[in-house]
Each structure stands twice: as C-alpha cells, then as structure tokens.
T-cell receptor
Framework: SQKIEQNSEALNIQEGKTATLTCNYTNYSPAYLQWYRQDPGRGPVFLLL?????KEKRKERLKVTFDTTLKQSLFHITASQPADSATYLCALAVSYGNNRLAFGKGNQVVVIP | DTAVSQTPKYLVTQMGNDKSIKCEQN?????MYWYKQDSKKFLKIMFS???????INETVPNRFSPKSPDKAHLNLHINSLELGDSAVYFC????????????FGPGTRLTVT
C-alpha cells in the first residue's frame, strides 16, 4: 500500500541549531515533492518544491533534499528560531499533470529559546 | 488583501442538515481544490477544478458536491450531514495544473452534532 511517513514525535530543538525532518514514502513515484508549514488553526503555507531530477533546493535558511533511490526527502532548517515552531508537511505529487498531492501527517518542530 | 478566503470560518450544525462552504481566490489562478483535514490531522484531497472543469474527484460520498461558478470561486455543498463529516475543510488554489505551489485558505471548521 502507499505510505508517506513523517515522524509523529515532535522535534524539540535549541534555538540556533539545525532541525532536520524526514519524509519517507513507499509505492509512490513522485515527479516532485513539496514542503508546507502549518501553524495551529491556519492553512498550510508553501515553502519549497523539489523535482525528481533535483538533488537539493535552498531558500534562505531552508534546505530540501530528494533521494528517489532511498524514497526519502530531508528538510532542514538552519539557525532555527522560535518563530520556526510549527508543523511541517511533506506532500508528494501523486500524478503529474493535475497537481494532485498526497500529504504526510506532518512533523511538529518546537524551537526552544 | 486575502489571497484565498473561505466562509464561514466555523460551522456548527446538526446531523441531517445541508450546508455550504464558499471559497474565493483573488490570485488569478486557474486551479482550485478542496481538502479535508480530519482529527488525526491528515490532509486529503477531495476535489479540484481547472478553469471550472472538474479534474480530481476523489472517493468521497456523493453527498459532497463542488460547484465552480467561475474560476475564482469554488464552493462545497454537503447534503445530509453526518457526524463523520466533522473536520476542517481547506480550499486551495494554484496557478495551473502541473508542478505549482498551492495557496491555502484559512479553513472552515465544521462540527456536526
């Protein structure tokens, strides 16, 4: 069966350190993958998109990697700040051409001042 | 200047009632979506429209009927509400089909009693 797995335990991290989140998937062949941030009571906000032929993407303090052999994406927040505390969702493109996304359950990050 | 707006934000209603949720986007996007986020926080696609044409129609009860009067609006009508319909419903839009980021609305929390 198809699965998208993100760590269900919250990641508690000290301010200034790098937070690393993992998204593993099985029985998908996504053409691209997206990461979103969701704050309590709000809609998800897009952060980064990475395509299957790209190894790494960066945006400010964020970095995403995509390994289609391992079927894994890693999401890094460098120099983390308390304002980075949120839930981060991994989303896979289920089929190309209609932007149909399958979301993981999300991984909560808590940055401790 | 809200990009994707939904009304109402909260909806409390009794089983068996019919209700609608409205969504509007002012981004000039061609594609709009409805998602359901249940109590376990899984975000699942329900429908998508591109230029008023139905593109994605997931396996949802036919009590749920989307309507797109124009490409800036996508409404969701739910007939004969059931307890299991209680969830947060998110509307989203993207520039078009393909590998574009999705912009989410603030969500409508539906509670069926």
């Amino acid at each position: 069966s198809q699965k998208i797995e993100q760590n269900s335990e919250a990641l508690n991290i000290q301010e200034g350190k790098t937070a690393t989140l993992t998204c593993n998937y099985t029985n998908y062949s996504p053409a691209y993958l997206q990461w979103y941030r969701q704050d309590p009571g709000r809609g998800p906000v897009f952060l980064l998109l990475i395509r299957e032929n790209e190894k790494e993407k960066r945006k400010e303090r964020l970095k995403v990697t995509f390994d289609t052999t391992l079927k894994q994406s890693l999401f890094h927040i460098t120099a983390s700040q308390p304002a980075d505390s949120a839930t981060y969702l991994c989303a896979l493109a289920v089929s190309y051409g209609n932007n149909r996304l399958a979301f993981g359950k999300g991984n909560q990050v808590v940055v401790i001042p | 200047d809200t990009a994707v707006s939904q009304t109402p934000k909260y909806l409390v209603t009794q089983m068996g009632n019919d209700k609608s949720i409205k969504c509007e986007q002012n981004l000039g996007h061609d594609t709009m979506y409805w998602y359901k986020q249940d109590s376990k926080k899984f975000l699942k696609i329900m429908f998508s429209y591109n230029n008023k044409e139905l593109i994605i129609n997931e396996t949802v009860p036919n009590r749920f009927s989307p309507k797109s009067p124009d490409k800036a609006h996508l409404n969701l009508h739910i007939n004969s509400l059931e307890l299991g319909d209680s969830a947060v419903y998110f509307c989203a839009s993207s520039q078009s089909l393909g590998d574009y980021e999705q912009y989410f609305g603030p969500g409508t929390r539906l509670t069926v009693t």
